[in-house]
């Protein structure tokens, strides 16, 4: 490696790991929060809402699961205007990456109220609770616990996924990477280095995963 | 204090419960007891609607309801009948991620309102009722079995049912742990509780009873006081249950 090579990874670390912490990461911070909570929403609604939401939630999440999130993201941004809907790239990312998070969010939180034994509703019940303070004080906390491994997984994956913002124009940690190989032609040095700091992120994150699930796995083991 | 009359309940094709009758007085305690696939847990799980009876009528303290077909009991008048009735399960159906106390106080705070002080305080003398004082703050994979089901006791009592309803209290207790879970259902039996127990256990139906009722394909086939029921069965099914599990 040549001495002008490590002066630009050198130069370029810095930079690039500010635009991950100044961009990246708050644009999945946002996404994820909103994600969230569409997607407990979305999984209420599958599950006890009126027939017709049911079905509308139904459609919301076939339409973000069957297509891919880049697309969804060039119809946000590039497609909506057409139709008099223009958005900043900031916004049209955090509401593609929040339908995304909703849609698989909601199929994890349902599954996670799914599993919750019937007995714990019954005895909820059978206490005079209505279903809607089962669900809030019985079930929904117990389904949490439930849905720490794979929303985890999801959180990491958004952080990775931010990088496809970069093709709307937002510069996030990727979009900066490219615009350093556009002055200095280094794309290996440069993706790589990117790359590098996408797995510390991550490594981060699944540690953070990791002692959630063992704090809060204290007490529900049964 | 409670009055069943003509109750009726199928899954199905599957008829459960073939018309019903049955009436305890406040302060007696009845025993339900009979073959598995009897109709005797459907009956329980009826007299607080966890089952929802197709027809008959059922009266429980101050609620008294009539069940049809086809048509739907308003939200309240089953919370109501709810209110009324406290339940322990056969499988405890402990809150898991709730300690010993705050399984205790939860309903007591959200269905109840009370402050939440005075459900702790309630709560204590609860656990403290139940021999386990000292367990407040366990969650319930810390404790045994027979505690748990104890807790379970003390979570229905906190809501200061006029019926205690009891499904198979100690089936799924290792036999060691039976006897404290008994002690607790005496004990109230004692204090002059109403109480609706199912159980597969004759000595203790026989010890706590005042009637008792045996039941088969969903009818009431022997009824009566625990001494005439146990020694001198009139119908011949009884007779063959008894013999059964004298065997």
């Known amino acids: ?222 | 204090m409670i009055r069943v009359q003509g109750l009726h309940k199928s899954y199905g094709m599957q008829q459960v419960l073939k018309g019903v009758d049955l009436t305890l007085q406040k302060g007696k305690v009845l025993v339900i007891i009979g073959p598995s696939g009897s109709g005797k847990t459907t009956l329980l799980r009826c007299l607080n609607l966890l089952e929802m009876p197709d027809k008959g009528s059922l009266q429980l303290g101050s609620v008294s309801l009539i069940f049809q077909e086809g048509s739907k009991l308003p939200t309240k008048e089953v919370l109501n009948l709810r209110k009324q009735t406290g339940m322990v399960f056969q499988s405890f159906n402990l809150f898991p991620h709730l300690t010993a106390l705050r399984n205790i106080t939860e309903a007591q705070i959200t269905v109840q309102r009370r402050r939440r002080n005075d459900a702790e305080q309630r709560a204590r003398q609860l656990l403290e009722n139940v021999g386990l004082a000292d367990k407040a703050d366990f969650y319930p994979s810390n404790l045994s079995g027979g505690q748990q089901q104890r807790v379970a006791i003390a979570r229905a009592m906190a809501m200061e049912p006029e019926v205690m309803l009891f499904d198979e209290p100690t089936s799924a207790l290792d036999p060691e742990l039976v006897g404290e879970v008994l002690k607790v259902i005496k004990q109230l039996a004692a204090e002059g509780m109403t109480m609706v127990i199912v159980t597969h256990l004759m000595r203790f139906a026989a010890e706590v009873a005042d009637h008792v009722i045996l039941m088969d394909e969903g009818l009431i086939v022997e009824e009566g006081p625990p001494h005439d029921v146990f020694h001198n069965p009139k119908s011949s099914r009884a007779q063959q249950f008894l013999n059964m599990l004298a065997e």
Request: glycine share 6%; charged share 10%; aromatic share 12%.
């Open chain 1, 1 to 222: 490696m040549s001495e002008r090579q490590i002066q630009i990874i050198t130069d370029s670390f810095w930079p690039l790991l500010k635009a991950g912490v100044i961009y990246t990461i708050p644009l999945s911070l946002v996404s994820f929060a909103l994600g969230i909570a569409l997607a407990v929403v979305t999984a209420m609604v599958r599950l006890y809402a009126w027939e017709p939401l049911k079905w509308i939630a139904g459609f919301y999440v076939w339409i973000i699961r069957g297509t891919p999130l880049l697309v969804q993201l060039f119809i946000i941004f590039y497609g909506l205007p057409s139709v008099g809907l223009t958005i900043d790239p900031f916004p049209a990312a955090v509401i593609g990456f929040t339908l995304s998070v909703g849609a698989y969010g909601s199929e994890i939180v349902r599954a996670a109220v799914i599993s919750i034994p019937r007995g714990q509703w019954e005895a909820a019940y059978s206490l005079g609770m209505t279903h809607i303070q089962a669900l809030r004080r019985i079930v929904l906390p117990q389904a949490a616990r439930v849905t720490i491994p794979p929303l985890g997984n999801t959180f990491i994956s958004l952080v990775k996924d931010t990088s496809l913002a970069a093709a709307i124009t937002y510069v996030e940690m990727f979009r900066q990477a490219q615009q350093i190989v556009a002055r200095t032609y280094e794309p290996l040095l440069l993706y790589g280095e990117a790359a590098l700091i996408y797995l510390m992120f991550s490594t981060i994150l699944s540690a953070l995963q990791n002692t959630t699930e063992n704090r809060l796995g204290r007490s529900s083991i049964s």
